[in-house]
């Protein structure tokens, strides 16, 4: 099993930055990738951005140029810095991890943008 705590949601006017982390523990192996989706009211689940075990990234078009996953091994932690935060990037933001076969997911940390 593998436990995952997000931390880093808030409230925060359009223009500015939060950073998201996501501490990792359990069964911490033979990780594929790690990554970051988020769920607005009403709509479906969609990838933010993901890093995989030889540190490629992937980010959503939407939030490429604003948005940064990065990691720390050492500490089995996955950050998603945000910058000129939009009202539209409000959401649900939840931590994934994927293992061949699984998928573990955090409970998710508010981020709400007022315009």
């Known amino acids: 099993q593998v436990q995952l705590v997000e931390s880093g949601g808030g409230s925060v006017q359009a223009g500015g930055s939060l950073r998201l982390s996501c501490a990792a523990s359990?069964?911490?192996?033979?990780?594929?990738?790690m990554g970051w989706y988020r769920q607005a009211p009403g709509k479906q689940r969609y990838m933010v951005a993901t890093?995989?075990?030889?540190?490629?990234?992937n980010t959503a078009d939407s939030v490429k140029g604003r948005f940064t996953i990065s990691r720390d091994i050492a500490k089995n932690t996955v950050y998603l810095q945000m910058n000129s935060l939009k009202p539209e990037d409000t959401a649900v933001y939840y931590c994934?991890?994927?293992?061949?076969?699984?998928?573990?997911w955090g409970k998710g940390t508010l981020v709400t943008v007022a315009s």
């Open positions: 994934n991890i994927m293992k061949p076969g699984v998928a573990y």
């Open positions: 890093i995989t075990s030889d540190g490629r990234t």
């Open positions: 359990g069964s911490i192996f033979s990780i594929n990738a």
